[in-house]
């Protein structure tokens, strides 16, 4: 695919977005994701799976102009495809295993005492929020009644 992506050389102090040039940008029709510096190359491709509102032809272009800027500013990139950035586990554990451990971390939480409404403050929180919805409820049993 054909990138649009150039380096952009002028520095200094860029007083609003809209003076980048969209041959700067990763989605240039768009004009999401600067990709100005190694830095914002990095967040790109960290970030890739949040922008909204763009094409799966889009996405190819912006993952051609990421590609070509990682490569420009010496940023290391393993994915082939758009399709392998975004959600996907941080880690290689399978979904079944990472809801395991939530249920160990829970039940660990449970037997020390962490967690919600174990200090003095979550436990006041708790009789706030109770009898908050306590007199909501009474003021609209009032209401209907009358």
Do not use: C
């Amino acid at each position: 695919m054909k990138t649009t992506w150039k380096p952009h050389e002028k520095h200094g102090d860029l007083t609003e977005r809209g003076d980048l040039p969209s041959s700067v940008y990763a989605f240039p029709d768009k004009r999401k994701e600067p990709l100005t510096d190694a830095s914002h190359v990095r967040n790109a491709l960290a970030r890739f799976d949040q922008v909204r509102g763009v094409s799966d032809a889009e996405r190819d272009l912006a993952f051609a102009n990421i590609k070509k800027a990682a490569k420009h500013y010496a940023v290391q990139m393993t994915e082939a495809d758009w399709s392998e950035l975004g959600r996907r586990p941080s880690t290689d554990r399978p979904a079944s295993a990472r809801r395991a451990s939530a249920g160990k971390a829970v039940a660990s939480r449970k037997s020390r005492g962490t967690g919600s409404q174990t200090t003095a403050a979550g436990r006041r929180g708790a009789v706030r929020a109770s009898a908050t919805r306590k007199s909501k409820a009474k003021g609209s049993a009032r209401r209907t009644s009358a």
